[in-house]
């Protein structure tokens, strides 16, 4: 996979690498591994409150 990113965020991606002593690849793969915990778990959270909201017509249209 290639992941296109503007001067300034590639930039600033180098920078904190750097900083931190790794590869900048190293970095924006734990950067996409926290966003899609967090993305996950936002979407679990909704669709529990929606069957949770909507559960006398889930179970309706399951009769």
Known sequence: M???LDPALAQALDDL???RDRLPAEVAEEA???Y????GA???TLATRLADE???LLK???E
């Open 2 to 4: 290639e992941l296109r």
């Open 17 to 19: 690498a750097d900083a």
């Open 32 to 34: 996409v591994r926290r």
């Open 36 to 39: 899609l915990g967090e993305e």
């Open 42 to 44: 936002h979407v679990r």
């Open 54 to 56: 909507h559960a006398d």
């Open 60 to 62: 309706r249209l399951g």
